[in-house]
């Protein structure tokens, strides 16, 4: 534990910051895990509505600093290209 008061301050900031970003962080992984169940249903409809938001949310993770905007480019594009293919097939 630290000495210093702002320290202190720091570390009870740093463990609130801790809770909402993993809060945050498993709300996004749900979404995609979601998208991903409905694209192996075949349920074309759910996975367009699971696509957005998992696009909404990865967005949002850049703008606070839980994710690397390289790391939710990535994942827009790969679940996109999955709903393509699955538009293509039904």
Known sequence: MPNIQSNKKRVLTNKKSEVTNKKKKSFLKNTIR???EAVVV???EKAEIYLR???KYLDKSVTSNIRHKN???RKKSTLTKRMNTLKATS
Do not use: P
């Open 71 to 73: 790391y939710a480019n």
């Open 34 to 36: 979601n998208f991903n």
């Open 42 to 44: 075949n349920d074309a």
């Open 53 to 55: 938001q998992s696009i």
